[in-house]
C-alpha cells in the first residue's frame, strides 16, 4: 500500500485506529518489559528499536487530517496511573547516560541546550500514551485518536523525537569508538546555557557503557 493510500480520506478509520492502538500498546508493553530489568545487555539497542517504531506511528497521526472527537470535552479518566516506578528503573538502568542535552525548538534562534534525562522522557511518553489507550478500550476510538494526534504535536511527539536522538548519539558513540560526553550529576531542574553545560559534563568512556548497555563497538 502506498503512502497517499495509506493515509486517504476514504480509508477506513477502524482500521487505522487498530493499527496506531496496536502500535502504541505494543510501545508500551515493550518497555515496561526492559525496565523489569531482566536483560540490561540490550537496554539500549531495545529501546532504540522501540522509540523508533512509535514514531513511525506518531508520524502517521501527523500526516493524518485533524481528528475531531465526538464528545466537547473529554470524558473524565479518573487517575492517571503512576509512572513513578518506570521512571526510576529506567534511571537505575541507564544511570551512566541517562542525562543528555537538547534544545526544544531548533527554529528558535540561539536557544541554550537544556539537561533532559532519558528515564524522564520515557516516562512521559508511556503516560500520554496510555491515556489515549484508555479511551481506546473504553470505546472511545475517536477520543483515542483525537488525543495521540494532539499530544504527538504538543508533547510526546517531541519529547519521543529527543530521546531517540540521544539513544542514537550513544549506540553512534561506542560503535564509532568515540568518547562520550555525558552530563553526570547534571540537576536537569536547572535551566543552564551552553557553557554551563559543557563545565558540568562528565566524561565517560565507551568502554565503560559499552559492555553494561549491551553495546559492542564495530570490529
Known sequence: MSDANLHAVSQDPDSFAVQIADQIESF??????????????????FLLLEVSQLLLAGGRLGAHEDIVPDERYEPDLGPEPDVDELRERFALILEPVDVYSEVFDPYEPRKAPVACRI???????VTDLRHGLAHYRAGRTTEALWWWQFSYFSNWGSTASAC??????LVAHVRLDQPLQALDGLDTDEDLGEDDLAEQAGRVMADEIAGPLGIRRAP
Open 119 to 125: 528515564s524522564d522522557d520515557l516516562a512521559d511518553v
Open 164 to 169: 531517540l536522538r540521544a539513544l542514537q548519539a
Open 28 to 45: 508500551i508493553v515493550a518497555v515496561t518489559e526492559v525496565a523489569k530489568g531482566d536483560e540490561p545487555d540490550s537496554a539500549v539497542p
